[in-house]
Protein backbone atom coordinates (compact mmCIF):
# COMPACT_ATOMS: atom_id res chain seq x y z
CA UNK A 1 0.00 0.00 0.00
CA UNK A 2 1.07 3.51 -0.82
CA UNK A 3 -0.33 5.46 2.02
CA UNK A 4 -1.03 4.64 5.98
CA UNK A 5 -3.51 5.58 8.41
CA UNK A 6 -2.16 5.40 12.22
CA UNK A 7 -3.51 6.03 15.68
CA UNK A 8 -1.29 7.25 17.93
CA UNK A 9 -2.72 7.36 21.86
CA UNK A 10 -1.34 9.56 24.48
CA UNK A 11 0.32 8.56 27.47
CA UNK A 12 -0.07 9.40 30.98
CA UNK A 13 2.44 8.72 34.11
CA UNK A 14 0.79 6.86 36.90
CA UNK A 15 3.98 6.53 38.37
CA UNK A 16 7.74 8.57 38.49
CA UNK A 17 10.35 8.46 40.07
CA UNK A 18 13.47 9.83 39.84
CA UNK A 19 16.40 7.46 40.94
CA UNK A 20 19.64 9.27 40.38
CA UNK A 21 21.65 11.13 37.75
CA UNK A 22 23.01 8.23 34.59
CA UNK A 23 26.52 9.49 32.87
CA UNK A 24 24.86 10.80 29.70
CA UNK A 25 23.16 13.75 31.61
CA UNK A 26 19.83 12.27 31.74
CA UNK A 27 18.36 11.34 34.86
CA UNK A 28 17.79 7.07 35.68
CA UNK A 29 13.75 6.75 36.15
CA UNK A 30 11.43 4.76 37.32
CA UNK A 31 8.27 4.63 35.63
CA UNK A 32 4.64 2.89 34.83
CA UNK A 33 3.13 4.34 31.77
CA UNK A 34 -0.21 4.37 30.69
CA UNK A 35 -1.39 4.37 27.03
CA UNK A 36 -5.01 6.79 26.96
CA UNK A 37 -7.17 6.76 24.08
CA UNK A 38 -6.95 10.44 23.75
CA UNK A 39 -5.06 10.24 20.18
CA UNK A 40 -4.22 11.90 17.20
CA UNK A 41 -4.34 10.44 13.70
CA UNK A 42 -1.29 10.19 11.62
CA UNK A 43 -1.95 9.68 7.81
CA UNK A 44 1.61 8.92 5.94
CA UNK A 45 1.63 8.34 1.88
CA UNK A 46 4.40 8.04 -0.10
CA UNK A 47 4.84 10.81 -2.54
CA UNK A 48 6.49 11.40 -6.18
CA UNK A 49 9.80 13.48 -4.85
CA UNK A 50 12.79 12.53 -2.48
CA UNK A 51 11.06 15.03 0.44
CA UNK A 52 9.39 14.64 3.49
CA UNK A 53 7.09 16.89 3.93
CA UNK A 54 4.69 17.44 7.53
CA UNK A 55 1.20 19.02 7.49
CA UNK A 56 -0.54 20.04 10.68
CA UNK A 57 -2.89 22.51 11.15
CA UNK A 58 -1.89 23.08 14.94
CA UNK A 59 0.12 26.64 15.17
CA UNK A 60 2.23 25.06 18.12
CA UNK A 61 3.34 21.68 16.09
CA UNK A 62 6.02 22.54 14.01
CA UNK A 63 5.50 21.85 10.26
CA UNK A 64 9.42 21.09 9.30
CA UNK A 65 12.54 19.50 11.09
CA UNK A 66 11.47 20.60 14.35
CA UNK A 67 8.46 17.87 14.14
CA UNK A 68 9.30 14.78 16.10
CA UNK A 69 7.31 13.14 13.40
CA UNK A 70 9.48 14.35 10.52
CA UNK A 71 13.25 13.61 12.54
CA UNK A 72 11.23 10.05 12.36
CA UNK A 73 10.84 10.00 8.81
CA UNK A 74 14.53 11.22 8.15
CA UNK A 75 15.79 8.59 10.80
CA UNK A 76 14.01 5.61 8.80
CA UNK A 77 15.50 7.52 5.28
CA UNK A 78 18.89 7.58 6.42
CA UNK A 79 18.99 3.94 7.43
CA UNK A 80 17.25 2.67 4.15
CA UNK A 81 18.12 5.20 1.54
CA UNK A 82 17.59 3.28 -1.30
CA UNK A 83 13.70 2.25 -0.20
CA UNK A 84 13.31 5.69 0.53
CA UNK A 85 14.60 6.84 -3.20
CA UNK A 86 12.34 3.80 -4.24
CA UNK A 87 9.04 5.38 -2.95
CA UNK A 88 10.04 8.72 -3.83
CA UNK A 89 9.64 10.43 -0.23
CA UNK A 90 6.55 10.69 2.43
CA UNK A 91 3.84 13.02 3.39
CA UNK A 92 2.83 12.70 6.96
CA UNK A 93 -0.46 14.52 7.79
CA UNK A 94 -0.90 15.31 11.50
CA UNK A 95 -3.97 15.51 13.05
CA UNK A 96 -3.71 16.78 16.40
CA UNK A 97 -6.34 15.69 19.57
CA UNK A 98 -3.62 15.76 21.97
CA UNK A 99 -3.07 19.11 23.53
CA UNK A 100 0.51 20.35 22.69
CA UNK A 101 3.62 20.61 25.18
CA UNK A 102 1.12 18.92 27.81
CA UNK A 103 3.41 15.98 29.35
CA UNK A 104 1.60 13.58 27.62
CA UNK A 105 3.95 12.49 24.51
CA UNK A 106 2.21 14.08 22.03
CA UNK A 107 5.40 14.76 20.22
CA UNK A 108 6.53 11.04 20.84
CA UNK A 109 3.52 9.33 19.96
CA UNK A 110 3.73 10.88 16.78
CA UNK A 111 7.06 9.99 16.10
CA UNK A 112 6.14 6.11 16.91
CA UNK A 113 3.43 6.32 14.66
CA UNK A 114 5.41 6.85 11.61
CA UNK A 115 7.99 4.07 12.87
CA UNK A 116 5.22 2.08 12.85
CA UNK A 117 3.68 3.32 9.75
CA UNK A 118 6.86 3.51 7.17
CA UNK A 119 7.38 0.06 8.81
CA UNK A 120 4.41 -1.23 6.78
CA UNK A 121 4.76 0.63 4.46
CA UNK A 122 8.58 0.66 2.90
CA UNK A 123 7.78 -3.23 4.04
CA UNK A 124 10.65 -3.16 6.29
CA UNK A 125 9.55 -6.27 8.18
CA UNK A 126 11.85 -4.63 10.97
CA UNK A 127 10.47 -6.13 14.76
CA UNK A 128 8.83 -4.31 17.34
CA UNK A 129 12.24 -4.15 19.52
CA UNK A 130 14.48 -2.75 16.41
CA UNK A 131 11.59 -0.12 16.02
CA UNK A 132 12.05 0.77 19.85
CA UNK A 133 15.79 1.12 19.37
CA UNK A 134 15.30 3.80 16.66
CA UNK A 135 12.53 5.05 18.50
CA UNK A 136 14.82 5.55 21.34
CA UNK A 137 17.28 7.54 19.09
CA UNK A 138 14.50 10.41 19.05
CA UNK A 139 13.27 10.14 22.09
CA UNK A 140 12.65 8.41 25.99
CA UNK A 141 9.31 7.75 25.26
CA UNK A 142 9.11 6.99 21.85
CA UNK A 143 9.87 2.96 22.74
CA UNK A 144 7.16 2.82 24.73
CA UNK A 145 4.77 5.04 22.48
CA UNK A 146 5.04 1.98 19.74
CA UNK A 147 3.88 -0.68 22.23
CA UNK A 148 1.71 1.12 24.46
CA UNK A 149 -0.66 -0.58 26.98
CA UNK A 150 0.57 -0.43 30.58
CA UNK A 151 4.38 -0.73 31.39
CA UNK A 152 7.03 -0.33 34.22
CA UNK A 153 10.03 1.99 32.18
CA UNK A 154 13.51 2.18 33.56
CA UNK A 155 16.73 3.65 32.72
CA UNK A 156 15.66 7.34 30.53
CA UNK A 157 12.41 5.51 30.06
CA UNK A 158 13.14 3.49 27.38
CA UNK A 159 13.57 -0.19 29.13
CA UNK A 160 10.54 -0.88 29.20
CA UNK A 161 8.38 -4.33 30.77
CA UNK A 162 5.04 -4.71 30.06
CA UNK A 163 2.57 -4.88 32.93
CA UNK A 164 -0.94 -6.95 32.75
CA UNK A 165 -3.72 -4.80 31.29
CA UNK A 166 -5.59 -2.30 33.44
CA UNK A 167 -9.52 -2.25 32.93
CA UNK A 168 -12.29 -0.39 33.78
CA UNK A 169 -10.68 2.74 34.71
CA UNK A 170 -11.41 6.32 33.31
CA UNK A 171 -9.23 9.31 33.25
CA UNK A 172 -10.43 13.13 33.32
CA UNK A 173 -7.55 15.28 32.15
CA UNK A 174 -7.45 18.77 32.21
CA UNK A 175 -4.84 21.67 31.38
CA UNK A 176 -4.75 25.47 30.76
CA UNK A 177 -4.17 26.00 27.31
CA UNK A 178 -1.58 28.49 27.58
CA UNK A 179 0.38 26.97 30.20
CA UNK A 180 3.65 25.10 29.61
CA UNK A 181 6.17 24.06 31.68
CA UNK A 182 9.97 23.10 30.56
CA UNK A 183 10.76 19.86 31.04
CA UNK A 184 14.09 20.41 31.29
CA UNK A 185 13.63 22.90 33.80
CA UNK A 186 11.75 20.65 36.17
CA UNK A 187 14.24 18.14 35.87
CA UNK A 188 17.58 20.46 36.59
CA UNK A 189 15.43 22.08 39.32
CA UNK A 190 14.87 18.70 41.12
CA UNK A 191 18.33 18.19 40.48
CA UNK A 192 19.29 21.18 42.43
CA UNK A 193 16.70 20.42 45.81
CA UNK A 194 16.85 16.56 45.44
CA UNK A 195 20.12 15.57 44.02
CA UNK A 196 21.33 15.04 47.61
CA UNK A 197 18.89 11.94 47.34
CA UNK A 198 20.40 10.51 44.45
CA UNK A 199 21.55 7.12 44.34
CA UNK A 200 24.80 6.10 42.24
CA UNK A 201 25.09 3.52 39.97
CA UNK A 202 27.56 1.54 41.85
CA UNK A 203 25.31 2.54 45.34
CA UNK A 204 22.44 0.75 44.12
CA UNK A 205 20.47 2.24 41.01
CA UNK A 206 19.56 -1.51 40.39
CA UNK A 207 18.23 -1.88 43.92
CA UNK A 208 15.81 0.96 43.19
CA UNK A 209 14.26 -0.30 39.74
CA UNK A 210 14.16 -4.19 41.86
CA UNK A 211 12.03 -2.14 44.92
CA UNK A 212 9.56 -0.46 42.31
CA UNK A 213 9.54 -3.35 39.91
CA UNK A 214 8.21 -5.68 42.26
CA UNK A 215 6.61 -2.39 44.96
CA UNK A 216 3.17 -1.98 45.48
CA UNK A 217 1.64 -0.04 42.29
CA UNK A 218 2.53 -2.94 40.09
CA UNK A 219 1.59 -5.39 42.87
CA UNK A 220 -1.88 -3.69 42.11
CA UNK A 221 -2.00 -3.36 38.37
CA UNK A 222 -1.03 -7.09 38.86
CA UNK A 223 -3.91 -7.76 40.80
CA UNK A 224 -6.48 -5.77 39.28
CA UNK A 225 -6.96 -3.75 42.24
CA UNK A 226 -8.32 -0.08 40.70
CA UNK A 227 -9.08 1.65 44.15
CA UNK A 228 -5.38 0.91 45.21
CA UNK A 229 -3.68 2.22 41.93
CA UNK A 230 -5.30 5.32 42.56
CA UNK A 231 -3.93 5.38 45.97
CA UNK A 232 -0.80 4.92 44.99
CA UNK A 233 -0.31 7.48 42.07
CA UNK A 234 3.31 9.31 42.63
CA UNK A 235 5.52 11.75 40.79
CA UNK A 236 8.30 13.11 41.80
CA UNK A 237 8.57 16.26 40.04
CA UNK A 238 5.38 16.70 41.39
CA UNK A 239 7.91 18.63 44.58
CA UNK A 240 8.92 21.23 41.71
CA UNK A 241 6.46 22.09 39.79
CA UNK A 242 3.53 22.70 41.78
CA UNK A 243 5.27 25.01 44.28
CA UNK A 244 6.23 27.34 41.39
CA UNK A 245 2.94 26.89 39.48
CA UNK A 246 -0.33 27.23 42.38
CA UNK A 247 -2.78 27.35 39.24
CA UNK A 248 -1.85 23.59 38.42
CA UNK A 249 -1.82 23.01 42.48
CA UNK A 250 -5.33 24.26 42.59
CA UNK A 251 -6.81 22.41 39.72
CA UNK A 252 -5.06 19.19 41.45
CA UNK A 253 -6.61 20.31 44.82
CA UNK A 254 -10.55 20.55 42.76
CA UNK A 255 -9.64 16.90 41.50
CA UNK A 256 -9.00 15.84 45.25
CA UNK A 257 -11.91 17.28 46.32
CA UNK A 258 -14.29 14.68 44.08
CA UNK A 259 -15.32 11.28 44.31
CA UNK A 260 -12.37 10.04 42.56
CA UNK A 261 -10.02 7.21 42.80
CA UNK A 262 -6.91 9.21 42.79
CA UNK A 263 -5.26 12.15 41.01
CA UNK A 264 -1.69 13.69 39.86
CA UNK A 265 -0.30 15.30 37.04
CA UNK A 266 1.53 13.84 34.40
CA UNK A 267 5.62 14.21 33.22
CA UNK A 268 6.47 17.44 34.05
CA UNK A 269 3.29 18.68 33.42
CA UNK A 270 1.07 20.95 33.18
CA UNK A 271 -1.96 18.53 32.76
CA UNK A 272 -3.34 17.18 35.79
CA UNK A 273 -5.40 13.84 35.54
CA UNK A 274 -7.96 11.90 37.87
CA UNK A 275 -9.11 8.32 37.78
CA UNK A 276 -12.23 7.45 38.60
CA UNK A 277 -14.40 4.36 38.12
CA UNK A 278 -17.01 4.87 35.36
CA UNK A 279 -17.58 6.99 32.14
CA UNK A 280 -20.52 8.55 34.22
CA UNK A 281 -18.30 9.74 37.26
CA UNK A 282 -15.68 11.00 34.93
CA UNK A 283 -18.25 13.38 33.75
CA UNK A 284 -19.83 14.25 36.81
CA UNK A 285 -16.53 15.06 38.09
CA UNK A 286 -15.33 17.26 35.21
CA UNK A 287 -18.86 19.27 35.17
CA UNK A 288 -17.67 19.72 39.42
CA UNK A 289 -14.45 20.98 38.58
CA UNK A 290 -15.20 22.82 35.71
CA UNK A 291 -17.61 24.73 37.77
CA UNK A 292 -15.58 25.17 40.82
CA UNK A 293 -12.56 26.43 38.92
CA UNK A 294 -14.92 28.96 35.96
CA UNK A 295 -12.10 29.26 34.15
CA UNK A 296 -12.35 29.80 30.59
CA UNK A 297 -8.69 28.93 30.14
CA UNK A 298 -9.05 25.76 31.31
CA UNK A 299 -9.54 22.77 28.94
CA UNK A 300 -10.59 19.33 29.31
CA UNK A 301 -10.64 15.65 28.07
CA UNK A 302 -12.35 12.31 29.10
CA UNK A 303 -10.55 9.10 28.22
CA UNK A 304 -10.21 5.55 28.89
CA UNK A 305 -6.93 3.47 29.32
CA UNK A 306 -5.73 1.60 25.99
CA UNK A 307 -4.27 -1.46 26.11
CA UNK A 308 -2.20 -1.07 23.08
CA UNK A 309 0.31 1.53 21.48
CA UNK A 310 -0.12 2.78 17.77
CA UNK A 311 -2.06 0.76 15.79
CA UNK A 312 -3.59 1.04 12.40
CA UNK A 313 -6.92 2.79 11.84
CA UNK A 314 -9.97 1.56 10.10
P1 LIG B 1 6.58 14.72 26.80
O1 LIG B 1 5.43 14.25 27.62
O2 LIG B 1 7.22 13.64 25.96
O3 LIG B 1 7.56 15.58 27.54
P2 LIG B 1 4.85 16.71 25.83
O4 LIG B 1 3.56 15.99 25.68
O5 LIG B 1 5.05 17.50 27.07
O6 LIG B 1 5.99 15.66 25.67
P3 LIG B 1 4.75 17.53 23.09
O7 LIG B 1 3.28 17.62 22.82
O8 LIG B 1 5.49 16.39 22.51
O9 LIG B 1 5.05 17.66 24.65
O10 LIG B 1 5.36 18.92 22.61
C1 LIG B 1 6.60 19.40 23.10
C2 LIG B 1 7.20 20.36 22.06
O11 LIG B 1 7.56 19.60 20.91
C3 LIG B 1 6.22 21.41 21.61
O12 LIG B 1 6.77 22.65 21.92
C4 LIG B 1 6.08 21.24 20.11
O13 LIG B 1 6.24 22.44 19.42
C5 LIG B 1 7.19 20.26 19.72
N1 LIG B 1 6.77 19.22 18.76
C6 LIG B 1 7.55 18.67 17.82
N2 LIG B 1 6.91 17.74 17.12
C7 LIG B 1 5.67 17.66 17.64
C8 LIG B 1 4.54 16.86 17.31
N3 LIG B 1 4.54 15.98 16.33
N4 LIG B 1 3.44 17.02 18.08
C9 LIG B 1 3.43 17.93 19.10
N5 LIG B 1 4.47 18.71 19.41
C10 LIG B 1 5.59 18.60 18.69
Known sequence: MRSYSLIAPAKINLYLEIIGDRPDGYHELAMVLQSINLADKIDIRAIGIETIIVKCDHPQVPPDAG??????????????????????????????HI????????????????????????????????????????????????????????????????????????????????????????????????????????????SSRERVHSGPIVSAIAHHNNSEIGKLLHNDLEKIVLPEYPQILKLREAFASQNILGTMMSGSGPTVFALTESQAQAESVQAAVKATMADPELDFWIATFNPNGIAIAH
Not at 71 to 93: C, N, V
Not at 102 to 108: E, P, Y
Not at 173 to 179: D, P, T, V
Request: aromatic share 10%; hydrophobic share 40%.
Open 67 to 96: NLAYRAASLLSKQFPDIFARYGGIEITIHK
Open 99 to 206: PVAAGLAGGSTNAAAVLVGLDLMWELGLTQRELQELGAQLGSDVPFCISGGTALATGRGEILSPLPNVEGLYVVLAKYKNLSVSTPWAYRTYRQEFGHTYVSESSGQE
